[in-house]
């Protein structure tokens, strides 16, 4: 399979063709949401820490008006997460219990068999919203009254806004597709409640080729159960790539006083010049600039 | 019992840093893990760039040749806080590198760590993963 441009601009049709038939031939459903203020499970297949006991952490920090205080005098240290399907929640690990549709598992198993070359990170585009929580650098929240705005040194070095404001999604063509698509979000006890749609379909929702369609719909769970941990949930609900909705989770590490710093992924990007395609040509054709 | 102590937290933290190391793009698609390389040589060039550094290093090898063999580093913003600067290579340094080689066996390969004339060692990482354990 050359994955040439043309041939990526086939896959993403044919994936947009896949998401229109999957959503008329399918009726979506929604995971239950975890009952408010219910602590976060621990995550599926999560081997014990061995050796020393867990260093003792702060209490859960919260702002004046009672809401958690996500922020604080450093930043989260977001890691390099390679196997999301060793973070399923609700079922055991592995491959087999992410419920694919025939094309999104044909997907998976070519970004096996090509070691995750076309993986877009690797072209610095940005990782979309819950990927982003499973990749580098560290990331800042940044809490208005009418919104939050979370920075990522990482990715693309980008940001992402929730509205907090009690606004509707848009519908219809007022829905752009965007990386990380359209996000509301609410406290429910000291859980924020994130709610998204609209992504476009240039992302994967994993380094391991997770792919999915512009029907995804996100529901993110995020909690700081102390004051160095913040728990990431998100249930995928995307009936044009998978058969059902499910989950995945991992812990973030606080890392005080540590602060962001400048990351732009697309200045030199020596890995596309170097990319081949599936017959060992040239991914992209060299230019010349003056 | 100090010193001790303090070697094992410089390893942990290294080892810990090591997962942001190569967080940009596929390892295995482009670095061979079982083709571990160390050369020793002299720094020719040094690319502070992102998303990753590359330093270049005059190596003499089997054949007696001199190759010039390209290392891939991380980003400046991860090697800032693993302690390098853009000063810490420098053209005509004497050094000795770890790593490993590229698929394609040419003359370029991914650094884990330099160690300088000196004896200062400095980590890159490899790209292992962070597995959300924490």
Redo the contacts between chains.
Sequence with gaps: MRMSRDAKSFVRSSGACLAILSALLVIPGYAAAPAPGAAPPP?AG??A?AGAPAKPSKPTPHLPDGTVDLGGNGSW?L?????YE??LLDTPPGVDNVPFLPWSKAMYDYVQK????Y?P??F?LPPGGPRAF????PAEFLQQKDRIIVIF??GAHVWREIHMDGRKHPTGSKLNPTYFGHSVGHWEGDTLVIDTVGYNERTWLG?NGFLHTDDLHTVERITRPNYD?LRYEVTIDDPGAYSKPWRM?????WSEG?EL???????????LI?LKDDFGKPFFQATETE | MKIWKRTLLAALVAATAAGAALAHHSFASEFDASKKLKLTGTVTKVQWRNPHTYFFVDVKGQDGEIHNWAMELGSPNVLMRRGWTRDSLKIGDQITVEGSRARDNSYKGNANSVVMADGKRLFNGSADENEGKY
């Design positions: 995550r999560a081997p820490r240290s890691g390099w997460i390679t196997n060793r973070q090509t070691q995750n070359a993986d990170e690797g610095c499973g990749t580098p650098y040194e990482g380094f941990t989770g991992w812990n973030i590490r540590q710093q400048e990351y732009i992924c697309q200045e030199e990007n020596q890995f170097d």
